[in-house]
């Protein structure tokens, strides 16, 4: 697959490293598998460098609601009749989805596995029995009735190996979740460095397959427009869920011909958009990015032109985040009141429209516009 820059990547915790991106797509499977470089996981970067991927202005505001909508997700496909009482998070990070879930379902016991040393500590202050460790790395006392993880599986080392470590801590009639990316819709998961796969829903199918499960159910987020695009893997030998009818299927082979020219078009649109953001932004007094969000890391590692002309981050309301990605933080009513700045859009593609309407309705003098028109979302 193409690489957006030669010598340059991203992970989802907002570090440049210096090596490319380096992914390649199975013709015969369609799973995207870092290929050119090294996996992050192979050294230390979980344990001593992912801290930074929750320092962002409103990280406490943005991630409380997430995992809100996630463990709502996750809780209307437990079957009705499933109880349980002992939970573990794998790769719990700082604990906001063993929040979300000790809020949901008051009386159970939630315990986390997290290999980040930083956020393994803020979430033991929360009073979570936290290991630290990578799940399979350190025994895990006793069994569980729901394990869930959010998020992990595209960064592992062995996608299998992972499931199955999990797979050894869950009770007879346990329920297993795993979320990642919907590789389904090309989507932002494809830029960062540290996922090291994309998987469209039949090879997570694939891959539950070979580890006994009797059950393997498969849900999309896509009707949820609150989610990023997501996919949802069901895993149990619970005999309440037989019955599959109220659970979405889609995990049949799709058309991995047309699945790969997607995500190669996909990718290839940063190389296009490098370009259009350097000739807006040419010659441009005061330019700043609006956001401080995945989205700006992904334009500061593939659109270093524009990156470099970059004078600040702006954001609606200041918290105690300074900086990000080397940038300041700068409020919006503190830009410069003569008209022009050039305000570029590092947000989703998904909000530019109405963020440029939101803008223009204030009457901002400054030039403010977006890029959406490069990906789909």
Not at 153 to 173: C, K, T, W, Y
Not at 198 to 226: C, E, K, M, Q, Y
């Amino acid at each position: 697959m193409p690489d957006p820059v030669e010598s340059a990547s991203v992970t989802t915790s907002a570090r440049i490293v210096p090596e490319p991106l380096g992914k390649s797509i199975c013709r015969e499977c369609g799973v995207v598998q870092r290929t050119g470089a090294p996996f992050l996981g192979t050294g230390s970067f979980y344990e001593e460098e992912y801290a930074s991927y929750y320092e962002r202005p409103g990280t406490e505001r943005f991630h409380a609601k997430r995992y809100q909508q996630l463990v709502e997700w996750m809780g209307a496909h437990l079957h009705p009749q499933f109880k349980f009482e002992r939970v573990l998070d794998v790769g719990c990070g700082q604990g906001w989805a063993m929040d979300a879930m000790a809020s949901r379902y008051p009386g159970i016991s939630v315990s986390g596995v997290e290999p980040s040393r930083h956020n393994s500590a803020i979430a033991r202050a929360k009073g979570y029995e936290v290991i630290e460790t990578r799940i399979g790395d350190t025994a895990v006392g006793g069994k569980f009735d729901f394990i869930y993880s959010n998020n992990v599986l595209q960064h592992v080392n062995d996608p299998r190996g992972f499931l199955s470590d999990i797979a050894e801590l869950l009770d007879n009639d346990g329920v297993i979740m795993v979320t990642c990316p919907d590789g389904a819709r090309p989507n932002i998961e494809l830029f960062f460095c540290d996922h090291n796969f994309s998987f469209l829903p039949h090879n997570l199918a694939d891959i539950a397959d070979t580890l006994g499960f009797r059950t393997v159910a498969w849900s999309s987020s896509r009707l949820n427009p609150a989610l990023p695009p997501a996919q949802m893997l069901l895993l149990t030998n619970n005999r309440l869920y037989e019955d599959r009818d109220s659970l979405e299927s889609d995990t049949g082979p799709r058309d991995i011909d047309a699945s790969t020219s997607e995500r190669r078009r996909y990718i290839d649109s940063a190389r296009h958009l490098r370009n259009y953001l350097s000739e807006q932004t040419a010659g441009s007094a005061h330019v700043y990015n609006f956001g401080a969000s995945f989205w700006t890391s992904v334009l500061a590692a593939y659109c270093p032109e524009y990156w470099s002309r970059v004078k600040g981050c702006l954001v609606d309301s200041r918290d105690s985040t300074v900086a990000f990605m080397d940038k300041p933080i700068v409020a919006v009513e503190e830009i410069p009141s003569d008209g022009e700045a050039t305000i570029v859009l590092g947000t989703s593609p998904a909000t530019h429209d109405s963020l440029i309407d939101r803008f223009a309705d204030g009457g901002a003098k400054h030039r403010v516009f977006g890029w959406n028109s490069y990906f789909s979302y």
